[in-house]
């Protein structure tokens, strides 16, 4: 296998393992709020399930008695007048709901209640629209993806062309 064509496949690897990162968990913190019993952060993320939009909403309930999270917490979702039961997941609580288009979420309220043994807290966060006038989330990695595989066709073909040319005199 030649040099360029190992590096077109590391390319398309390497698009491969952004795809990931863009899906983790995570995302722009929506809401924060606090009481004498939880400190809680929650994140949205657009993301899609089963092919469609949806919005992956994460809950980081942290007990303010200890600096603990408390994944134990059990997690409420409204988006809208949607309620969604949160479940445990790495070291936040999640709920990955569908949207009817990508970034749908933004145009709705949000709503996230935990109750755990140390109490009970609920945050809002209002209707967010985008107001940085910047490109979709997703742009700049479908960009540099696209860039990888368009580089690595180039490369394949002119390789192709190369190795059927006939050996000159």
């Given at each position: ?12 690897l ?20 606090s ?7 929650v994140?949205a ?13 994460t ?17 409420t ?5 949607r309620?969604?039961a949160g ?18 979420w ?24 985008r ?22 066709i180039v490369?394949?073909r ?12």
């Open positions: 296998m030649g040099r360029l064509t190992r590096g077109a496949i590391a390319a398309v390497t698009l491969l393992m952004l795809a990931g990162v863009v899906h983790a968990h995570g995302g722009r913190v929506v809401a924060t709020g009481n004498d019993a939880y400190k809680l952060t994140q993320l657009d993301m899609r399930l089963n092919g469609q939009p949806a919005v992956d909403l809950a980081y309930p942290v007990r303010r008695s200890n600096g603990a999270p408390d994944l134990d917490a059990d997690v979702f409204k988006l809208g007048a309620d969604v479940r445990r997941e790495a070291d936040g609580i999640t709920a990955e709901i569908p949207i009817e288009t990508t970034g749908a933004r145009r709705e309220p949000i709503t996230v209640t935990a109750s755990g043994t140390a109490g009970t807290i609920t945050v809002h966060a209002a209707a967010l629209q107001t940085d006038g910047g490109p979709p989330a997703a742009l700049i990695p479908t960009t540099v993806g696209a860039v990888l595989v368009l580089g690595a490369v394949i002119r390789r192709s062309r190369e190795d059927a040319a006939p050996p000159t005199p």
